[in-house]
């Protein structure tokens, strides 16, 4: 059984940098068959894809447009977590943070967002 | 990329089908098979219902199917029970490496 479990501060002021952990069990950060996603979800935004990274040989990264400049999502294999760092940050990116993994066979990723984290609040305010 | 498109909410009583739609463009929901649909309880994190256009989970009740026509995908829950009551949101793959969300449909079980 896969397991996800979130970890990060809840607040974040203004301008700072919005950094949280996901730990993985029951697979692998590096996994052939997996893409591991980060996700959030406002009132205002509903559910947004942030970005990803998966393994296929070597490391691969991809983002939303709307973050991309902001954003960096990294592997670390002595862990087996992956990690989402959000760089200046104004109150619009408060939201629920979710990791995800994304089941992927025979080179699509299209089984869906199979596994979540229990999901965390983040708030940016001063 | 735009969110996909659902309606708002919809609803039905105990024992009805409903048909929750999600429509996107020719660059996402028209171009890939590549949709899923997540059921979401009140503060409860997404469950995956549907991947790839209709495939069922193992462990996700035959009663939720799922299909696509063009530019819109459809979930249908029949045999309609008290504990479908949540919200649902669709998601397609949008091409360039990216992927996209619907706003979200509130189904209330009447």
């Known amino acids: 059984q896969v397991q996800l479990q979130q970890s990060g501060p809840g607040l974040v002021k203004p301008s700072q940098t919005l950094s949280l952990t996901c730990a993985i069990s029951?697979?692998?950060?590096?996994?052939?068959?997996?893409?591991w996603n980060w996700i959030r979800q406002s009132p205002s935004r509903g559910l947004e894809w942030l970005g990803r990274t998966y393994y296929r040989s070597k490391w691969y990264y991809d983002y939303a447009v709307s973050v991309k400049s902001r954003i960096t999502i990294n592997p670390e294999t002595s862990k087996n977590q992956f990690s989402l760092q959000l760089n200046s940050v104004t109150p619009e990116d408060t939201a629920v943070y979710y990791c995800?993994?994304?089941?992927?066979?025979?080179?699509?990723?299209?089984?869906?967002?199979?596994?979540w984290g229990q999901g965390m609040l983040v708030t940016v305010s001063s | 990329q735009s969110a996909l498109t659902q309606p708002a909410s919809v609803s039905g009583s105990p024992g009805q089908s409903i048909t929750i739609s999600c429509t996107g463009t020719?660059?996402?929901?028209?171009?890939?098979?590549?949709v899923s649909w997540y059921q979401q309880h009140p503060d409860k994190v997404p469950k995956l219902m549907i991947y790839e256009v209709s495939q069922r989970p193992s462990g996700v009740s035959n009663r939720f199917s799922g299909s696509k026509s063009g530019n819109t995908a459809s979930l249908t829950i029949s045999g309609l029970q008290a504990e479908d009551e949540a919200d649902y949101y669709c998601?397609?793959?949008?091409?360039?490496?990216?992927?996209?969300f619907g706003g979200g449909t509130k189904l209330t079980v009447l």
């Open positions: 020719s660059s996402d929901v028209g171009n890939y098979n590549l």
């Open positions: 998601c397609s793959y949008g091409g360039s490496t990216t992927w996209v």
């Open positions: 995800a993994r994304l089941y992927c066979t025979g080179g699509t990723c299209g089984g869906g967002f199979d596994y």
């Open positions: 029951g697979d692998s950060v590096a996994s052939n068959s997996a893409a």
